[in-house]
């Protein structure tokens, strides 16, 4: 599946809980960041998300994931907007810090910056996503790029 189709399926539903783990989180991200750019995917991934997990009646198990980060009350604030049918509104409520604790994405710079941070508090396998349709050498250059 391209990155474009896996994007429509996502977006449309059609990709059951079962079958999204964290490298499609990843993937959608990834995805995001090169469609949108990094500003713009953080919040196109956080309300992809959102509305998946809620259709799907999830919406509790991110709620304590996050919560356990310190970010219970951005989860809670963008609840309430969300079901208040304001949906900029909740989207603002959810930080960029807490979009940053749970992925790496963005210029080249910034993922290395947060990767660095990762190594330093203990991670020793950094695990990167890349388009399926990425040629070799897209792979070794965004490699180079990030390490």
Request: glycine share 8%; net charge neutral.
């Amino acid at each position: 599946m391209t990155d474009q189709e896996f994007l429509h399926a996502f977006e449309s539903g059609r990709i059951p809980p079962a079958e999204f783990h964290h490298r499609d989180h990843l993937r959608l991200a990834w995805v995001q960041v090169r469609k949108l750019g990094a500003e713009q995917a953080a919040g196109a991934v956080a309300e992809g998300i959102g509305r998946f997990a809620g259709a799907h009646g999830q919406h509790r198990l991110y709620h304590e994931t996050l919560t356990r980060h310190g970010f219970g009350a951005a989860v809670d604030a963008a609840r309430q907007e969300w079901q208040a049918q304001r949906r900029d509104a909740a989207m603002n409520a959810i930080p960029d810090e807490m979009v940053d604790a749970i992925a790496a994405c963005g210029p080249a710079s910034r993922v290395r910056a947060r990767l660095d941070e990762l190594r330093a508090a203990g991670a020793d396998l950094p695990i990167a996503f890349l388009p399926m349709e990425s040629s070799p050498a897209q792979v070794r250059r965004t490699i180079a790029a990030i390490a």
